[in-house]
């Protein structure tokens, strides 16, 4: 059952990670002078990042429940 856990939790981990990544590109890609259809193109990924990082986080969290005075990136 622990190694279930550990399986899952570095799935989460590996998930948030994965989003923080593709969120951090695409604004970095946005700070490029590309043009304002790119950069329309670009502000609907980042918003679809966000999402998945928000979602990784929550997920992350249900595996893990946060002890008092910890937070999520203590978890990671």
Not at 20 to 34: G, K, P, S, V, Y
Request: charge should be positive; aromatic fraction near 0%; proline fraction near 3%.
């Amino acid at each position: 059952m622990l190694e279930l856990l550990d399986l899952e939790l570095a799935n989460a981990r590996q998930r948030l990670n994965r989003a923080e990544c593709a969120l951090e590109r695409a604004e970095e890609m946005l700070e490029a002078d590309n043009g304002v259809s790119v950069n329309l193109a670009l502000c609907c990924r980042i918003r679809s990042a966000q999402r998945r990082v928000a979602d990784a986080r929550e997920r992350l969290a249900k595996i893990k429940p946060r002890r008092p005075g910890r937070d999520i990136q203590s978890a990671l």
